[in-house]
């Protein structure tokens, strides 16, 4: 296998990324000085060595806390829970968000094979048992295995003296936290609902 | 910077890739285990460090001669001539072609200050004076500039006794050839039209 074809084939691997689109970005860095392509490279090789979990809240960090842990500007008593690191960046883009984060690591999906222990949801209980808390704001998706997650964390935390709120569903069910525009989630969280306790 | 924004930065640099869909694929990267990075970053290294113009056709190799010069099944006595390298994958995709290729290196655009001195038909004339080529097939794009580079070859080549042809325009005037299927390059290709000497 060529380098061309090789490179054309890891591209594809990428997702929204088909053979062709991988073919056309190969040519085009062809095309460029090689530095462009070896700067990417050097980016990829950072991103998969020094990239790891921020021990307090499972974002995506190189240093020993995630940079939003060590911001003392943040405001450490209202955690905003979420699916995945990725969902981070799509809330912090909102500019409406003060507070800090925890990453579950994923979605309730029993048909994937995710159940309660694969995500961080006892690591939430802890830090919120360990004081200073007073506000989780529910941030999964708009699914119903987000609601699902939803609803786990919120009886995980039944017993501590915590509000949980949830972010309005300002996006449409079935949507995607991700491809959501930055007005949308600000709207959502300003208008977040303490989540009752109806499903008992 | 951090290390994910670096490599979402780069991954914006390429066509077709915009911030959020650079920021997305960076972070489906992360969710996979790390050699899924350094895959790439090697695909990368080795296309930057290794791929080379081929002395004979300027098609783009790792090798001495491309894959398509060193195959004795290919027809030499038929050079397709076309802009860029890329051109010749998306020939090769329709599956119908047997001969050779001669990458141009560009099409003549006064405008972006490609002169004809900038391409490679100099190299054209002479594969052509060394013998053995009976027919060029002149595959640049259906633009103005293509047109204006197929004629600048077709007088170029004027002393030598060899048919000068021009795919036929299957694909729309303004389209691209890079992006066209592989049923409209086919059709183009079987109903190619001798060059008449009309412009003189």
């Given at each position: 296998m060529s380098a061309i074809d090789d490179l054309a084939a890891e591209l594809a691997k990428l997702p929204g990324i088909g053979k062709k689109t991988a073919m056309r970005l190969t040519y085009h860095l062809l095309k460029q000085p090689s530095d462009r392509s070896l700067r990417l490279a050097q980016a990829l090789e950072v991103l998969a060595e020094r990239v790891h979990p921020c021990p307090r809240c499972h974002n995506l960090t190189?240093?020993?806390?995630?940079?939003?842990?060590?911001?003392?500007?943040?405001?450490?008593?209202?955690?905003?829970?979420?699916?995945?690191?990725?969902?981070?960046?799509?809330?912090?883009?909102?500019?409406?968000?003060?507070?800090?984060?925890?990453?579950?690591?994923?979605?309730?999906s029993p048909l994937d094979g995710v159940s309660a222990s694969d995500l961080t949801v006892n690591h939430l209980v802890e830090r919120?048992?360990?004081?200073?808390?007073?506000?989780?704001?529910?941030?999964?998706?708009?699914?119903?295995?987000?609601?699902?997650?939803?609803?786990?964390?919120?009886?995980?935390l039944g017993a501590a003296p915590v509000r949980v709120s949830r972010i309005a569903r300002g996006l449409p069910m079935g949507g995607d936290l991700e491809y959501a525009d930055g007005v949308t989630i600000a709207q959502a969280l300003v208008a977040r609902r303490d989540m009752v306790q109806d499903s008992r």
């Open positions: 190189e240093q020993d806390l995630c940079a939003i842990c060590s911001d003392p500007r943040r405001d450490a008593s209202v955690i905003c829970a979420v699916e995945e690191a990725s969902d981070i960046w799509a809330i912090e883009r909102s500019g409406e968000y003060r507070g800090v984060y925890h990453v579950l690591g994923g979605r309730l919120v048992a360990a004081g200073e808390v007073r506000e989780v704001i529910m941030a999964t998706n708009p699914s119903v295995e987000g609601e699902a997650t939803a609803l786990l964390v919120q009886q995980a």
